[in-house]
């Protein structure tokens, strides 16, 4: 009974309108992140669904009932902010007891359900010290324990790992996917880092101008992104954009990238488009396609390489190599890909598609 | 340039020198006033700096019924001033730091206007009022006058302070089910420790030192404020005029603004800088 379901939500501050019909609905038990750029209005949509914004148009239901007008402590929600936002002046077994306490439970059931929530967090050991004495991962520690004491069906998390340096990162995220495995409560998560959003999530929502530019898995976004920008937003190292042109030509198209050319499926499209591929695709000296370039820069990363080619017209690519390619700068390389892996996009940004075979 | 010894041992001796100097310029006078007092009869007119430690003026002043109800009075308003200022401005502080409203601003400049009129020109209007209230010439009034100087100052403060508490903070406490009331008293008011003490003790002294309306509003001698009460301390025949128990009574009056001073001296300065710069 914690299912979201958003209906031509919108978010207006003024004239300004930061959401725009937003429609999106969230299983029982899901563990959906919002992603996008700083600006799309991923934390204003999260605030809204917790009752820290108003909704100006639409609805929202959660557990099927409309919820537009309930204040956030009645919505059944646990949130966790970015600035953990604990209390100072209280020992950590009290900001964890604070909401309980605020609903008048007995001082019984709050030690008690309090220690299970430190138990489960290993915070235990620190259950008397003040906030300001913790580590920022401590910190996220009791402000995740502070949401899970209330037992509440639905968690909200605004950018909760965005102050946390890169090692406390990691394994507050694994905490974050086991917290998420056992309790299976749904889950709603903001972030700007795509790495978050690709290794939480069931579904990712990725937004921009307050619209929703796609919905899908994770490996749906990744194999099939909807547009450019959702290309180009996941997937690290980005996806690299080349100019090409499509035409008809018989009964398939032909893709025009400078010098080279390759037949393909019928896309049903004529003009310029956009080549997507990724760092990961692309070969040196290989593929379908392949085009003569000269190495910039090489970034070893120990397994793997990052190799910055340039092309013949002064675009650079980055090609992700396995191992240590034995390349000097400015040597002459080639740069190739499969067409199969390649992402097309027409004039407006949205990915073309083959028509049925 | 490296500074030759006695360069420096001269620019410390010169430093002392003037702290020296600052020192006496402002303790001396507590240090005349504590001297006189303990000076008994005719010896309070020769010029001495060593006091003679008899305590016949403290002696005279605390058996003086008059006096000791005017002490008692004295608390009675200042600690009656610092909770109502605070409780008043606590609130209005939530609402003008926290609420966004049509015309925030206004009050905030009205509210620092009025801290800016001269006491001596609300006189005779409050008197009126105090008149209409009933209050005259009981210390209510007192404490209804002090209010006029002490919440504004109180107000600008707190909501200065109030506005720079982190936001997030307070979305915690709402999604853990806080009423607002419940948030500022829970979280808000703990947090704002500091601000309080600097704030209540400012208004404790302001109304503890209060002279001109004291002498305004009050008629009877047993309902007094200490202030007024020694300035009309009076000798035994209209030809003496008590200079030691009137030092007597003002070194007692002092020792309670110095020992809240001491005792909250940490707390003064973090409360008045804080606010003063984002942190």
Known sequence: MSGIALTNVVKRFGALTVIDKVNLSVAEGEFVVFVGPSGCGK???????????????????????????????????????????LYPHMSVERNLGFALETARLAAGEITERVAKVARFLKIEHLLARRPAQLSGGQQQRVAIGRALVRSQKLFLFDEPLSNLDADLRMEMRVEIARIHRELKATTVYVTHDQ???????????????????????PMELYEHPANKFVASFIGAPRMNFLTGKLAIDGSGSRLDVLDARHGLENFGYEGEVSVGIRPEDLILGGGDIRLPASVQLVEPLGGEALVHARLGNGQ?????????????????????????????????????????? | MVRSNTGRRLHRIAIYALFGIVALYTLFPFYWMIASSLKSGQAIFDVTFLPDLKFNNYQAILSDGVFLRSLLNSLIVAFSVVALSLLLAVGAAYALGRIDFRGRSPIMLLVLAVSMFPQ???????????????LYNTIGSLIFAYMIFTLPFNIWVLTTFMRDLPKQIEEAAIMDGCSPLRIVRCIFLPMMGPALISTGLLAFIASWNEFMFALTFILTDENRTVPVAIALISGSSRYEFPYGAIMAASTIVTVPLIVLALLFQKHIVSGLTAGAVKG
């Open chain 1, 43 to 85: 934390s204003t949509l999260l605030r809204m669904i917790a009752g820290l914004e108003e909704i100006s148009d639409g609805e929202l239901q959660i557990g099927g009932e409309r919820m537009n007008e309930t204040p956030p402590a009645r919505r059944g929600i646990a949130m966790v902010f970015q600035s953990y936002a």
């Open chain 1, 195 to 217: 790495l978050e959003a690709m290794t939480l999530a069931d579904r990712i929502v990725v937004l921009k101008d307050g619209h929703i530019s796609q919905v899908g898995t």
């Open chain 1, 316 to 357: 650079s690519l980055v090609v992700k190599a396995q191992g240590k390619p034995d390349l000097k700068p400015n040597a002459d390389i080639t740069v190739g890909w499969l067409t199969s892996k390649a992402h097309l996009f027409g004039a407006d940004d949205r990915a073309l598609s083959a028509k049925g075979a």
């Open chain 2, 120 to 134: 001596i020109a609300l006189l005779s209007g409050l008197f009126e009022m105090i008149r209409w209230l009933g």
